[in-house]
């Protein structure tokens, strides 16, 4: 019942290219060299065919290396670029045999630009049967969560000789890690923090959300800011609950949007989670699921929904539903920690497409253990209730 995976694994395993170039080969033999060729039509839908094949893997090609004007632009925002003066700091600053505690995605960019080592790096994207890889990614977490104090901070950069913390708000939506993610406003967060405990660490360089600090050492480690959790730990829960599809973890009854939202514009959201019971440690992502009504013609079946509801907005050019995926809490409040029977509050801003249709639309939450690549049933790519349903928690008009 589960094919994506093997599906997402097929070009490497069988590259389009090379099963084109094959293709080509025996055609071109058989129309021009072989003593029985074959008839017209069969050679015309034949080449017909080639061509349908090959025209995807050369302009991916293309694609992947050919850029210019905005398109290089733009890709050079939404990679390691976009944080070269930060890089360049990190060289000039730590030099050669630093150590450097930053999130994951920036981790992964470091060593590209400066001779300097990093506490993790992305995802799985570590060194061979490293059996650390996980933990440290969560060290690095716990390092710039509001929640650890001064002294569980300081062990930390202690235990993996910690020479600068580099915090960056520049990281694009897109690039979400499975565990935790930085964004500018908990970047900004961090580097007041870290300001405010001037005997411990010394800002060495901030500009346009990125901020690099020195390590000074625990001297001051005694210091201890008090603890923190998030959302309002003084509210017990007693609403009614809605299943957000992982056990033990819930949603309050109550998501507050201002309508309406326009297209092309941020809708503001503000979700209630809570903690019913104990949960394990691990990767979470939440999805956002905004669906709307769509005729539904004679042709129209449950069983092929999502094909159908396809084939309508490619034939209207106006989409009915579309999805925002997030992190709850940005990773840095991990849901293990949340404490029990406590609303938790977080807003999210969504950025609402051009190209859906105008009208009403049901506003589903949906929380999964998150994966890298999610291992779909064929019900998934046929029918519109698929793996990111959810439980619909509002109903919002969109202009």
């Given at each position: ?43 015309l839908a034949s080449w017909m ?114 020479s600068h913390i580099a915090l ?223 439980e619909v928690v509002a109903r919002?008009?969109?202009?």
């Amino acid at each position: 019942r589960s094919i994506s995976y093997l599906l997402f694994r097929l070009e490497f395993a069988a590259p389009s290219m090379i099963i084109c170039s094959y293709f080509l080969v025996v055609l071109w033999t058989r129309s021009t060299i072989s003593l029985k060729k074959p008839g017209k039509g069969i050679l015309l839908a034949s080449w017909m065919a080639a061509a349908l094949f090959l025209i995807p893997p050369l302009v991916s090609t293309a694609n992947g290396f050919a850029y210019g004007g905005k398109g290089l632009e733009n890709a050079r925002a939404a990679s390691c670029l976009s944080a070269i003066d930060l890089f360049e700091e990190i060289g000039e600053h730590a030099g050669e045999g630093g150590v450097i505690l930053s999130d994951p995605v920036t981790s992964y960019c470091i060593p590209a630009f400066s001779d300097v080592s990093v506490v993790c790096t992305y995802d799985q994207h570590s060194v061979p049967n490293d059996s650390t890889a996980i933990e440290r990614i969560v060290d690095c977490r716990d390092v710039l969560s509001p929640a650890t104090s001064i002294s569980e901070i300081t062990e930390i950069l202690d235990y993996y000789d910690v020479s600068h913390i580099a915090l960056n708000g520049r990281i694009p939506l897109y690039a979400i890690s499975m565990y935790w993610q930085m964004d500018s406003e908990r970047a900004a967060l961090s580097a007041s923090r870290f300001k405010d405990l001037n005997g411990i660490f010394r800002e060495v360089y901030e500009n346009d959300r990125v901020w690099l600090f020195e390590y000074l050492g625990a001297s001051h480690a005694h210091i201890d800011d008090g603890d923190f959790s998030p959302g309002d730990s003084s509210s017990i829960a007693t609403v009614n609950l809605i299943a957000s599809g992982i056990t033990n973890i819930s949603v309050a009854d109550a998501v507050t949007v201002k309508e309406p939202g326009k297209r092309g514009e941020t809708l503001e959201l503000n979700l209630e989670w809570i903690r019913t019971g104990e949960i394990s440690a691990g990767s979470y992502m939440a999805y956002f699921r905004f669906d709307a009504d769509y005729p539904k013609g004679r042709l129209y079946n449950h069983s092929y929904s999502k094909l159908y509801r396809k084939l309508i907005e490619s034939i209207r050019g106006k989409r009915y539903r579309f999805r925002h995926d997030f992190i709850p809490m940005g990773g840095i409040h991990p849901l293990d920690q949340w404490p029990l029977m406590r609303r938790i509050n977080e807003k999210i801003s969504v950025s609402i497409p051009e190209d859906i249709e105008p009208g009403y639309y049901d506003v589903s939450v949906k929380l999964v253990h998150s994966v890298k690549t999610p291992n779909y049933h064929i019900k998934d790519l046929l029918r519109d209730d698929d793996i990111y349903s959810g439980e619909v928690v509002a109903r919002i008009r969109i202009e």
